[in-house]
């Protein structure tokens, strides 16, 4: 890639871990991936971009949930989804990020934790080409979601203590060269104590996947922007080659929304210091 043109700093010392910002030395900033149609159509499909639909407000719905519904209904992505079959209009997120960093590739085994409706399991299959007879996705949420046809899904908690097991059994007893992780807890609105519970579940999915990674492998989390602890990234640091910062364009421009790409896993756990 062009640094020029991308402006993108990209520190060259491997040992150290290398963190892609916006300028050296700064803190590390996000990379925001330019929205342009995929060889899914992800973003922006003019004809489903130019319908609006108003929505009106009905006795006792809440102002708030109309918009939610009216965002809904005009969302290109939600739009896109639908007609190509995703689960989720989140499955654009992986798409775009994976266009970008080329993490998913044929024959790859990866964990989803989070998994549920299931748009980014049905991602890892299409660009795995795992099948039922040959099952290298698997998935878990703790709510309950439609099968995906090569994909092996475990309706549990994955804070539960024997949740990993399970995720490598499920596996086959291989490890992943993939960590996903989009888990996200339901909102109270309490900026405070939202950060705090998604953060929780970052420590626990880095944990993770430092336990069970190939070396080589990866491990990209959702986070919030501005949430992440330097000892957390210190961490990944320290056991990855390069961390990213990324924001695709299939998040909302809105949300404090923000995915961690840690890329590169160096292969045995290192702490910090
Ligand atoms: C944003 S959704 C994931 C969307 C998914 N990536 C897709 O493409 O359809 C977040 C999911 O994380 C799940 N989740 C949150 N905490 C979890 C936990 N401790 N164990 C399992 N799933 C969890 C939620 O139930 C929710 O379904």
Not at 78 to 104: M, N, Q, W
Not at 196 to 213: G, N, Q, S, W, Y
């Amino acid at each position: 890639m062009d640094k020029k043109k991308s402006n993108i700093y990209e520190n060259q010392q491997p040992d150290k871990g290398r963190i892609v910002g916006k300028r050296p030395g700064a803190k590390p900033g996000s990379v925001k991936i330019k929205a342009k149609r995929s060889n899914s159509g992800a973003a922006g499909d003019r004809n489903l971009r130019n319908m609006h639909t108003k929505v009106k407000t009905a006795r006792g719905r809440k102002l708030s949930s109309t918009l939610w519904l009216q965002r809904q209904l005009n969302d290109p992505y939600v739009k896109l989804a639908k007609a190509e079959g995703y689960a989720s209009r989140a499955a654009y997120k992986l798409i775009e990020i994976d266009d970008r960093y080329k993490l998913l590739k044929k024959g790859l085994r990866v964990i989803d934790l989070g998994a549920a409706p299931g748009g980014w399991c049905q991602v890892a299959v299409k660009r795995t080409g795992s099948t039922v007879d040959d099952i290298r996705i698997v998935g878990i949420d703790y709510l309950d979601m439609e099968p995906v046809s090569g994909a092996a899904i475990l309706k549990k908690d994955f804070l539960d203590e024997d949740a990993p097991q399970a995720l490598i059994d499920a596996l086959g007893g291989e490890h992943p060269d993939l960590v996903l992780s989009d888990m996200a807890v339901p909102t109270t609105g309490h900026r405070r104590t939202d950060h705090i519970r998604t953060m929780a579940l970052v420590e626990v999915a880095l944990d993770f996947a430092l336990k069970v990674l190939k070396p080589g492998g990866h491990f990209l989390t959702k986070t919030f922007q501005g949430g992440t602890e330097k000892t957390l990234l210190d961490l990944m640091k320290h056991n990855f080659i390069s961390i990213h910062h990324v924001k695709p364009p299939a998040s909302r421009d809105g949300s404090v929304e923000l995915y961690l790409l840690a890329k590169g896993f160096k292969g045995h756990i290192k702490n910090n210091g």
